[in-house]
């Protein structure tokens, strides 16, 4: 006879636990991580079938973690309740990367500014530009974010790109937006607010030294590629 609250599924969720307090990840599949997240927001449904499907559905490991909460619920059985592991294992990774980010840091190449950046701006699903304040030496000196959603020249005005950096003294600032497509490739409103901003830091004396678009997958330097 079944004992009063327990359900057909206990035994391998409770195994699923056991195995991870044990030894971590070591030797768990890709489907059962999703699964032990899943479990989280799920107090008696069996997850396995609907984490092997979020795997094919997304194509691995990475592509569940990286999804929106919204693309999550697209597969069949996964709700806000199921998806809160999913979302929580987000929201703990970007402040983790976000404190443990050092306080002093120098950005001498364009490699250690998408370094930087995509610690930042990797996983988010809106384009966010922004502008890094250096001071001579490369080292930085703040961050602003200026937009939020599709680049568009009209609403990035020099004004609020020049600002924070003439009051904080810096010597040069980095450009940076991320394109959450993936696709890196820089589009002619990109180019042209580049120029833009370029010919207003020739007048302010603040030179604008690169523009780095990133995705989470790599990144693109117009000054590597002779754009700036």
Do not use: W
């Amino acid at each position: 006879m079944k004992q009063r609250g327990t359900y057909p599924h206990a035994g391998h969720r409770k195994r699923l636990r056991e195995r991870f307090l044990r030894s971590g990840l070591d030797g768990f599949l890709d489907y059962e991580i999703v699964e032990l997240l899943l479990t989280l927001g799920t107090p008696r449904k069996d997850c396995k079938a609907i984490a092997k499907e979020a795997i094919k559905h997304f194509n691995g490991l990475r592509g569940v973690l990286d999804a929106s909460d919204e693309d999550v619920q697209m597969i069949q059985g996964i709700g806000p309740s199921n998806a809160f592991g999913i979302k929580l294992f987000q929201a703990i990774a970007e402040r983790y990367a976000k404190e443990t980010l050092p306080t002093k840091i120098s950005l001498t190449s364009p490699n250690k500014v998408a370094d930087y950046l995509q610690k930042r701006l990797g996983r988010e699903k809106k384009e966010h530009f922004v502008i890094l304040l250096l001071d001579a030496q490369n080292n930085l000196i703040d961050i602003r974010d200026i937009s939020v959603g599709i680049l568009n020249s009209s609403l990035v005005h020099p004004r609020e790109v020049f600002e924070p950096a003439i009051k904080q003294l810096a010597a040069r600032i980095v450009l940076a937006h991320n394109h959450p497509s993936g696709d890196l490739t820089p589009s002619d409103e990109d180019l042209n607010l580049t120029q833009r901003l370029v010919s207003v830091g020739e007048l302010t004396g603040v030179h604008v030294i690169d523009h780095i678009i990133i995705s989470s997958e790599g990144y693109i330097s117009l000054k590597q590629k002779n754009l700036l």
